[in-house]
């Protein structure tokens, strides 16, 4: 069973940083395809952020140059470091991870960036 528990969401102002953190629990985080994804009021849930077992990270167009993701095998622990933040990156963000079993998902913090 995987379980994905997401931190450090809050409001911050446009232009500032925060760090989301992912906790992952089982044994399969280190071979898996993790990922970081959002959800906006009335809009579908996309991926943003995505980074391999390998450690090659991809991004949305949308937050490329100022979102990094990052993650400890060692300690089963998925990041994304966020800045330049803009109104628009306002949304629920939510953990990802994807392996042969499926795709799970956590249940999300709140990111709002006010304008």
């Known amino acids: 069973q995987v379980q994905l528990v997401e931190s450090g969401g809050g409001l911050v102002q446009a232009g500032g940083s925060l760090r989301l953190s992912c906790a992952a629990s089982?044994?399969?985080?280190?071979?898996?395809?993790m990922g970081w994804g959002r959800q906006a009021p009335g809009k579908q849930r996309e991926l943003v952020a995505t980074?391999?077992?390998?450690?090659?990270?991809n991004y949305a167009d949308s937050v490329k140059g100022r979102f990094t993701i990052s993650r400890d095998n060692a300690k089963n622990t998925l990041s994304l470091q966020m800045n330049s933040l803009k109104p628009e990156d306002t949304a629920v963000y939510y953990c990802?991870?994807?392996?042969?079993?499926?795709?799970?998902w956590g249940q999300g913090t709140q990111v709002t960036v006010s304008s």
């Open positions: 990802n991870l994807v392996n042969w079993l499926g795709s799970y």
């Open positions: 980074i391999t077992s390998g450690g090659t990270s």
């Open positions: 089982g044994n399969l985080f280190s071979s898996s395809t």
